[in-house]
Each structure stands twice: as structure tokens, then as C-alpha cells.
């Protein structure tokens, strides 16, 4: 009797041990990435001027004051309140293309595991294929081709995603399409459809977690490469990316805040991103290795 | 093994097949008309069906697809519509810098990179290998635009040590175009590098896992033997295809520091001809970056397999 007693409490110590808590760099990335998405949300009305607002009476490249909390752009307009548009427009453009593309990449990968065969053997080569053209051309030609219409960007990015997303999709889940219940879900008559959304995809969650994040800070750092080209986000809209190549000139006049703020702002993010991926990745158990080699 | 290099191979043409299928179809079929680009404003519909005529516009999709093709295979390139220039010669001075600029870095960043990536290995989470293992993710995180900037910024603006615009690289003044170079250099390899030093990190920390190391360690070898001796040739394989594939990388990251620093290369051209929608320079410029992609991943896949004795038969 005492020594189950004894043994319950060591045994709760264990299993809380097997899950370990965020440790101090998760808790600073989860809060920076929760921070982002507020400001996501409610930056416009935080915002003390509008997005396109010339600041009155303010001219281009001013210091920071009581006004202007980090000064005026190039055209002088408030640099803090279009970090805070870009924040929606950045934050919000990279979420939708990594899920639309999570969405299209696991469709083909889990069917592809499922079906196997014929379908499998092009789905494959296809994933392969689309692997071989480097993300940046693929994008520069379908905005060539496109412009670079708001869903071009989404579509363009969630497409880049999707073959790396179908690749590891289909790994995992032909380990899953092998086990009992999935079979035992065949043998039930269920449908294609209802096997990849009820039986394969809640167990492929945890590993592809860690996956969503690394593609999650792709899309901020290619949306921000592409904007910061010329060929992003269109003025008079901007994302942080856009911001950068607005105030390069500043770099000169000694107005480093408008160029930095914005830059810093991606960097912070995709740090903050980074922290929570390298926290899941511990967690998994599968080493980074194995996620980039395959 | 020469038949599977050979597979290798005949695979990889397949996908550069397949890859001019997208290319093609991403330029020409989609909405936006080559004679609408190169006659603009003033084109009426009389000069609008001429210009299609004569270049073959009318034709049905696919058998265009197959004249631009023979004309691609055969060396005809054709011009740039921007310029009227004929488009082998544009691409080969530019595709020439770029090689200079990007081995440049290739040979700083590769001996750096698996020099940095065995160290942290061989003390893992210890001192070295955790300032190591934190720069890395500030640099992953970064996109090489802002880098860039900031390079720029220490270097040129404040220093004065490097100009932030570079001249055009000549053969001739061999050093001095290195020193003006050392900032494009610099970002690429900063960007290509975290991903090198990660890589061969966790390959050579997954051998050191293995049995027969610990009989090696237990036998009393050194650690440096044992690294250098056991794990690096076992590691070899994961690392050669990892620095290919950041090698292929580097094709982005090309793009964007040869715009920051206004180098006269193909990715400078890429993006110029997307802005200026310059419909031939577009496919030729991706149709050569796509067959350097291809390349590089089959130079992997064959020094995989070289490396590793087991993937030399064939399932």
C-alpha cells in the first residue's frame, strides 16, 4: 500500500519530465511571435497617423521626436505607423501562403502515400521536378507573367511550399498509411478523402509542426526579398521588406532608423520563429538532419 | 554504378525537359503577349497581327513550344527585346561574373563552413559550439538583403574600409577586383554559410552516435583521429549533398546581393528583365539557372554516391 503511494509522485515527476516546458528562448519566441500577431491585428488602430499619411508639416529623414516615434520616411511620412501596416500586410501574407501551401502540399503528399502506385511514381517525379527550379525564378516568372497582384505573391509562395511540404508529407505519412487503424479504416469503407483527414493527418501533426515554423520564416524572408526588389508589395501599401528599399537613400543622409527599423522588425520575427522550431525540434525527437536531408 | 550515374543523368535531362515545359508556359501562354510588350503604346491592331505573324505567334502553343525549343538547343538565343542585343553574348559576360562572384565565395565559405561546423561537433554544447550554434540562427533568420545592408553600413558607410558599389570584375586586375568584391563575397557567404556549418555539425555528430566509434574511443584513439579519421569520411556523403544544395542556394541569394550592389550579373539580369518584361532574356536567364540547379543536385546525387558504398546498386 505505502509503496504505491510512494511510487505515484516519481512517477508524475517522469511523465512531466518527458514533456519538458518551453524553456527561457521558447518563451521568448512564443512571445514575440504573439506579440507580431497583435500587432497584426490591431496595429491600424494603434497607429498614430494613416498608412499613407504624410506626418504635417514633417519633411523626409527626420529623427525620432515626440511625434514621430522613429522618425519619417523618405517621403515623410511616419515610419512607426507604417511598421505597424507592414506588420498586417507581412505577418498576414506569409500565414496564408505557408497554410495555403501546407494545405495543397499535404493534399498531394498524404493521397500520394495512400494511393501509391502509378500516382505515387508522378507525384514524385513531379515534387522533384518542382524542387529543381529555384524558388526565386519560379516567382520572378509568374510575376513577369502576373504581376504582382496580392494573390499572385500568396499563390506563388504557397506553390514554392507545397512540393517541399508534399515531399516530407508523403514520408511521414507512408509510415502511417502502413498501421492497424488505418487499415482497419479501409477495410470499414471509408472514403479516400475521409482516411487523409481523420485517420493520416492528426498523426503526422507533431512532425510536421517543426516544419510549418521553418516554412512560416521562408515566407517572411522571401515576401520581404521579393518586396524589397521592387516586385512585392506595390506602394502605396507597404511591408517591411517594401519599407527598406523605399528608405534606402536614408543610408546616406544618416536616417539609418527608416531603413533598420523595418529590417530589424524581420529579422526579430524570424528569430522569434526559429526559437519556437528549434524548441519543437528538440521535442520530436527526429534531428534536423533527417528533416533537411530528405 | 556508371549505370546508375548514367540514370542520374538521364533523369536530370528529363527535368530540364520538364522544367522548359513550366518556363515556356510561365512566359507565353499565360495573359501578356510578346508583340503587345515590344510594340507598347503605339500598337494598332493592323501592326499587332503583322508582329504576331512573323513571330510565329499564331501557331498553336505546342508547336511553338517545340520551335523555341530546337532554336534554344541549337544555340539560337535570339535578342533582348530592351535592347536588340544578341542575348548568347549578354548572357555569357553576366553568367561569367556571376561564376566569379559566387566561387569567390564558394572557396571563403567552404573551408570556414566545415571547418566551424566539425569544431562545434567534436564539443557539443559546449562553449564554442553554443555561440556558434546562436550566430548561426541569427544568420538563418536574416534575409541577406538586410545582411547586406548592414555590411554596407559597417563596412562602407562608417569604415570606409570597402566601396559599397562594386566595378565590374576584370580578369586582368585580379586582386583589386577581389578587395572591391569583398562585400557582395561577404553576404553570400555569411547567408550560405550558418546552413553549411548546421549541416556538417548534425552529420558529424549522427556518426559519432555509431558503435564503432565508441570501440575507437574505447580503444583509446584521440578525438581529433577519430573525427578526422572515422567520422568525417563516414559524414562525407549528408555534407557533399548539403553544399550542393546550398551551392544551388546560392542562385537566390545571388539575385538579391547582385541588385543591393549593383552587380552586372544574371541575377541582376533576371530581375531587370522580369521588370522590364523582357519575355526571351526572361526564359533564356531561367532556363540557364535552372540547368546550373539541376546540375549541382546531380553532382550531389553521383558524390552520394561515390561516398557511400551502399547506394552504389540499384534497388
Known sequence: ?294 | MFKLIAKRLFLGLITLLAISVIVFIGTEILPGDVAQAVLGQAATPETLAALRATLGLNEPAYVRYFIWLGKFLTGDLGVALTNGMPLDRIIGQRLTNTIYLALYAAVVALPLALALGMLSAAWPEGTFDRIVSSVTVFFISVPEFVIALILVLIFAVELGWFPSINPRPRWSDFFPTLGAMVLPMLTLVLTVLAHIIRMTRAAVLDVLKQAYIEMALLKGVSKSRIILKHAIPNALGPIVNVIALNLGYLISGVVIVEVVFSYPGLGRLMVDSVVFRDVPQIQVVAMVFCAFYVSLNILADIGAIMANPRLRYAK
Open chain 1, 1 to 294: 500500500m505505502s509503496q504505491t503511494t510512494a511510487a505515484a509522485p516519481t512517477q508524475r515527476k517522469r511523465s512531466k519530465r518527458a514533456r519538458p516546458r518551453p524553456d527561457f528562448w521558447a518563451w521568448l519566441g512564443i512571445s514575440i511571435v504573439l506579440t507580431g500577431i497583435f500587432l497584426a491585428i490591431f496595429g491600424p488602430y494603434i497607429a498614430p497617423y494613416q498608412v499613407g499619411e504624410l506626418v504635417p508639416g514633417a519633411s523626409q529623414f527626420l529623427p525620432p521626436s515626440s511625434e514621430t516615434l522613429l522618425g519619417t520616411d523618405v517621403l515623410g511620412r511616419d515610419v512607426f505607423t507604417r511598421l505597424l501596416y507592414g506588420a498586417r500586410l507581412t505577418i498576414g501574407i506569409a500565414l496564408v501562403a505557408t497554410v495555403l501551401g501546407f494545405v495543397l502540399g499535404m493534399a498531394v503528399g498524404f493521397s500520394a502515400a495512400e494511393i501509391r502506385g502509378r500516382y505515387d511514381d508522378f507525384v514524385t517525379w513531379l515534387i522533384d521536378v518542382f524542387l529543381s527550379f529555384p524558388p526565386i525564378l519560379l516567382a520572378l516568372i509568374d510575376i513577369a507573367s502576373l504581376s504582382s497582384d496580392l494573390w499572385v505573391l500568396i499563390g506563388t509562395i504557397a506553390i514554392i511550399h507545397s512540393s517541399r511540404v508534399a515531399r516530407i508529407g508523403r514520408s511521414v505519412a507512408m509510415n502511417i498509411a502502413a498501421l492497424e487503424f488505418v487499415e482497419v479504416a479501409r477495410a470499414r469503407g471509408e472514403g479516400l478523402v475521409s482516411i487523409l483527414v481523420r485517420e493520416i493527418w492528426p498523426s503526422t501533426i507533431r512532425p510536421l509542426a517543426v516544419e510549418f515554423g521553418l516554412r512560416m520564416t521562408y515566407s517572411i524572408l522571401f515576401l520581404s526579398s521579393l518586396s524589397f526588389l521592387g516586385l512585392g508589395i506595390q506602394p502605396p501599401d507597404a511591408d517591411w521588406g517594401s519599407m527598406v528599399k523605399e528608405n534606402l537613400n536614408g543610408l546616406q543622409t544618416g536616417a539609418y532608423l527608416s531603413v533598420l527599423a523595418p529590417a530589424l522588425a524581420i529579422a526579430i520575427l524570424t528569430v522569434g520563429v526559429n526559437l519556437i522550431v528549434d524548441w519543437l525540434g528538440s521535442q520530436s525527437g527526429r534531428s534536423i538532419s533527417e528533416e533537411l536531408t530528405k
